[in-house]
């Protein structure tokens, strides 16, 4: 870094991986300014984030809420300048106003953002996986087209970054393993899951995260949104990434080497270290994070293969990726539209894989050769799995 300081836009601001970004980005005044905050509707907790962080800009997605956060910027005293839009959040993002961009929103809508930054050659901390679950092809030949540094933030990828920082020169590796809790349900039958509410899906045992992917984690979509994640960026074909249940949560994945070694990454369950990577490489920085004491852990790692019986999300996530072109894009937006319902209490838990298998059913892969066709994927599938769950025709 030479002593220069960071300029981060924080996307998805207000959000847990917005929250860890800037405790980390907090911790070094000196080599880490947050110059640009986004975040979806909530101005109020916008706000608050400006009068302590106090970034040059802030963008407020949607344009209802444009006039509140003018003017509480305004009353606050504060010279932080309000945005509303996508367009407004693509030209910061872009532009001279930062250097470095944490993609921290929460679903498809991410990718309008990380794209923008990936043309415009920025260090992108990506926890935003959805973004190449829909258009990973897209978005890696853009960050590369444009200089971009991708340093991947979810912890899995974080820590195979971390054994293998130099994504396309891999020579001699044999496969990937990612990690996986196995979720609040892990060990439980299909069956078992019939009746599971809202609040024992997002009680993680080991995670504090927002919503979406809490379910995600505890359906196992989550992992496999992150076998597509992982072979968009590293390369790595289906055959070589492999996924294995550690309830512990502290080896946060494997890389193995034909010479028979095999590198992990471990730590405590918390993204500010994923963060701190990213914000500093190739230096090191204080996460806020303490370092492992694996007996005060419990002395003990175990390991599992998952149960794809009890949870198909990740087989029909493998059977996407399999398929190409849009299926993954399908497979995304299916379970997008699925977690919402299964959130707001319209649908139960097996319904979730029920509507995903359904409209992959309905949408048969095709290639995918634009931006254009994977929306246009995106959206048939939401319209798809929209209207069985209001016909009722996913009986799970
Ligand atoms: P969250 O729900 O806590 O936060 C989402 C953020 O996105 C909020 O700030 C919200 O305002 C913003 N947002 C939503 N829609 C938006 C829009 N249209 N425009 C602008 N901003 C918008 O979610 P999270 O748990 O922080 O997860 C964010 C992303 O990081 C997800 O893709 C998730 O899969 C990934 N991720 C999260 C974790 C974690 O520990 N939370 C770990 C790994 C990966
Ligand atoms: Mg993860």
Redesign the pocket.
């Known amino acids: 870094m030479n002593g220069e300081q960071r300029t981060v836009a924080v ?8 929250a860890s970004a800037l405790d980390v980005i907090a911790r070094h005044p000196a080599r880490l300014r947050a110059s640009v905050l ?5 101005v109020a907790a916008l706000l608050q984030l400006c009068a302590i962080h106090r970034p040059r800009h802030a963008v407020i ?1 949607s344009e209802a809420a444009y006039a509140a956060l003018r003017d509480g910027l305004r009353d606050a005293g504060l010279d932080t300048q309000a945005h509303c839009g996508d367009a407004a ?1 693509e030209a910061l993002v872009s532009g001279d106003e930062c250097d470095t961009v944490v993609a ?4 498809a ?2 990718l309008p953002s990380t794209l923008a930054a990936a043309r415009a050659g920025k260090r992108i901390l990506l ?4 973004s190449l679950v829909l258009a990973g092809e897209l978005l890696m030949a853009a960050a590369h087209a444009g200089g971009a540094t991708i340093v991947p933030v ?2 899995e990828h974080n820590a195979i970054f971390q054994c293998l920082p130099d994504a396309h020169a891999h020579a001699g590796l044999k496969r990937i393993i990612l990690t996986a809790s196995g979720g609040p349900f892990r060990g439980r039958t299909r069956a078992s899951l019939a009746d599971v509410s809202v609040e024992q899906a997002v009680a993680h045992p080991k ?1 504090s ?5 809490s379910v995600d984690s505890a359906t196992l979509m989550n992992k496999g949104l992150e076998v597509i994640e992982a072979h968009h960026l590293f390369g790595v074909g289906r055959d070589r990434l492999d996924v294995l249940v550690h309830p512990q949560s502290l080896v946060h994945s494997l890389v193995e080497f034909v010479d028979g070694s095999t590198l992990a990454q471990l730590g405590l369950p918390d ?1 500010r270290t994923a963060l701190a990577v990213g914000l500093a490489w190739p230096e090191r920085i204080a996460s806020g994070v303490s370092g492992l004491d694996l007996i005060a852990q419990g002395g003990r790692l175990d390991f599992e293969p998952p149960d794809l019986d009890a949870f198909p999300c990740l087989r029909l996530a493998y059977a996407a990726l399999d398929a190409g072109g849009t299926a993954t894009a399908v497979l995304n937006a299916a379970n997008e539209v699925a977690v919402s319902a299964f959130l707001q209490r319209r649908i139960g838990f097996l319904a979730i894989p029920a509507l995903v298998e359904h409209t992959l059913a309905a949408l048969p892969a095709t290639p995918a050769t634009s931006l254009a066709a994977l929306y246009e994927a995106d959206r048939e599938a939401r319209r798809i799995a929209t209207v069985a769950i209001a016909d009722k025709a996913i009986h799970a």
């Open positions: 996307v998805g601001a207000t959000g847990s991986i917005g986004a975040a979806g509707s909530n997605a959040l921290a929103i929460v679903g809508a991410g926890a935003n996986k959805e979810d912890s995670w995260m927002g919503p979406k992917i993204m």
